[in-house]
């Protein structure tokens, strides 16, 4: 049985809507790219991950992706949470290409096809930590003791690892994507001390779901950019051009001459992925950049959106789009 905490996908969405309307010369330019590039990869990486998962009796498994829980020292997250009922495995999911070298130290080197050269700290530290912090957020909560495990999985099977010297050793923990579902089979032989029952570990899912903390979603604050510095209207469909000019019901791109009617919905959307879930005449007048209240209102009623209030106080409500309303285990 699988959990998806939190979709990563919408983050993609968010970085995307605030990639094109973050100019250009901008200075927070450069990390918006570079961390919609990271996060495309690790959507990409943890649907690797759900195919082998898939292959595990969904009776036996409870499978929860991207909890982030708190403690006294703060927030933690782990990627992929595996119940079973001799033990909890951690699968810290790492979503490195090209070759990856563990030097001496257990320090991780990966080069990319163009030579690149970038180092990575030892992830095994990073999973006892994790473990250390899961086993006390159990015993917090009164759950019986449970031997953890726990995996570094190279997502992408492509991806090529290897030891610095001949006498490095890889650590065992290490794995790639495609042996998971063996190695998690190798786990059910060993002898464990502790056992426990599918009701036990559908009250620790049940647990793990409502103390999980999504992260802020607000990308403006989390960049510390403000609503003025993004740019506003309605991108050209055919060209990208922007803005398009609203007139005689459309829109036009006075780049390319393509004229569209719904090329709005486009950038409600960011409007909505960036802002808020909600949005008045004034504020779709100033995004979209249209002059007209009576054209931004024919806009928004024609959108089917939720209408709040009367005349110059009405609010209209998008449909939410990751409701993170807390998950109930059947
Ligand atoms: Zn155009």
Avoid at 293 to 306: C, D, G, H, V
Wanted: hydrophobic share 35%.
């Amino acid at each position: 049985m699988f959990f998806k905490l939190y979709d990563k996908q919408i983050e993609v969405m968010r970085l995307k809507a605030l990639e094109s309307r973050v100019p250009t010369h901008h200075p927070k330019k450069e990390m918006v790219v570079r961390d919609l590039k990271k996060k495309k990869s690790e959507v990409a990486g943890e649907k690797e991950l759900d195919y082998p998962l898939g292959f595990l009796d969904s009776e036996k498994y409870l499978i929860l992706h991207n909890i982030r829980l708190k403690d006294e020292n703060g927030y933690f997250q782990i990627d992929t949470l595996v119940l079973a009922s001799k033990f909890y495995l951690i699968l810290e999911v790492k979503n490195w290409q090209g070759t990856v070298i563990f030097d001496d130290n257990g320090q991780v080197i990966r080069k990319r096809s163009n030579e690149e050269e970038e180092g990575f700290p030892n992830p095994i530290p990073q999973v006892k930590t994790q473990t250390f912090r899961l086993r006390k957020w159990l015993r917090k909560h009164s759950f019986p003791e449970m031997e953890i495990e726990s995996f570094i999985v190279i997502a992408f099977p492509s991806t090529i690892v290897k030891s610095a010297h001949p006498g490095t050793r890889i650590p065992e923990q290490v794995i790639l994507n495609n042996q998971i579902h063996f190695k998690i089979l190798e786990l059910e032989k060993k002898p464990y001390n502790h056992q426990t029952s599918i009701a036990i570990l559908r009250e620790v899912a049940q647990k793990l779901l409502e103390q999980h903390t999504p992260t802020k979603s607000n990308l403006l604050q989390k960049y510390r950019l403000d609503h003025s510095e993004l740019i506003k209207g309605v991108f050209c469909p055919e060209c990208q051009f922007i803005p398009m000019i609203r007139s005689k019901y459309k829109w036009t791109c006075t780049k390319c001459g393509a004229f569209s009617r719904c090329a709005h919905r486009a950038a409600l959307e960011d409007y909505q992925l960036l802002i808020g879930n909600t949005i008045t005449n004034k504020q779709a007048r100033e995004f979209l950049l249209v002059e007209s209240p009576y054209a931004a209102k024919r806009i928004l009623q024609s959108e089917n959106l939720i209408q709040i209030g009367n005349k110059k106080g009405r609010i209209y409500r998008f449909a939410d789009k990751n409701p993170n309303s807390p998950l109930k285990l059947k």
